[in-house]
């Protein structure tokens, strides 16, 4: 049973404009998510995070949104740039529990100049 | 560069060949991870020490064997591989279990024949 769930597998947006991506979670436990970004033949690197006494936390053109109560965060980026085209994974972990990250499947991004 | 180190960045190997992998870390960290992720498919996580003890052991393989000798380095050995294991091995590390970021080596980039 996937805890962690990137439903878009692909997304393309045109450069300039809002990059949404989404994440549903299943474990009402996860406290802290994280979004990671990787490049081909790369190590995925961190991006953002957000604790669940947030519901919003912001980084320059990224920011993250977290609906507790829908199981729901989302990552958006903007404006998108042609160099942020990537596989974004989605992770959510129980800070207090035993247990590492869980990542969703990812969902590439294409941003088109 | 994110102080996570892997080595080699590639590798091809027969079947029959033995090698390993090796990821060393200077950040402090008492957890390490191995990841593995093949063309097309979501990160899958391997194995977890965590204060040198291995906490998680993901139904991998026995030609897949780890070994965490201290805190700053993770070993993966690999012998009898079979093509279907060729794969992008991610070595990744976290200041504790739970709850905090992951940081990624670069990657081996594996291929079997």
């Known amino acids: 049973d996937q805890q962690v769930k990137q439903n878009s597998p692909s997304l393309s947006v045109q450069e300039g404009r809002i990059s949404i991506l989404n994440c549903d979670y299943t474990n009402s436990m996860f406290d802290y998510f994280l979004w990671y970004k990787k490049y081909p033949a790369e190590g995925p690197t961190f991006l953002i995070s957000i604790s669940s006494i947030k519901d919003k936390n912001e980084d320059g053109r990224f920011t993250v949104f977290l609906n507790k109560s829908a199981k729901h965060l989302s990552l958006h980026i903007v404006p998108s740039q042609p160099g942020d085209s990537a596989v974004y994974f989605c992770a959510a972990s129980e800070v207090s529990g035993n247990t590492p990250l869980v990542f969703g499947k990812g969902t590439r991004l294409s941003v088109i100049a | 560069e994110t102080g996570v180190t892997q080595t080699p960045r590639h590798l091809v190997m027969g079947m029959t060949n033995k090698k390993s992998l090796k990821c060393e870390q200077h950040?402090?960290?008492?957890?390490m991870y191995w990841y593995k992720q093949s063309a097309k498919k979501p990160l899958e996580l391997m194995f977890v020490?965590?204060?040198?003890?291995?906490?998680e052991n993901n139904s991998v393989p026995s030609r897949f064997s780890p070994e965490c000798p201290n805190s700053s380095h993770l070993f993966l050995h690999l012998h009898t591989l079979q093509p279907e294991d060729s794969a992008l091995y991610l070595c990744?590390?976290?200041?504790?279990?739970?709850?905090?970021?992951?940081?990624f080596g670069p990657g081996t980039r594996l291929t079997v024949l």
């Open positions: 950040l402090g960290h008492n957890a």
């Open positions: 990744a590390s976290s200041r504790r279990l739970a709850g905090g970021s992951q940081f």
């Open positions: 020490y965590n204060f040198k003890e291995q906490t």
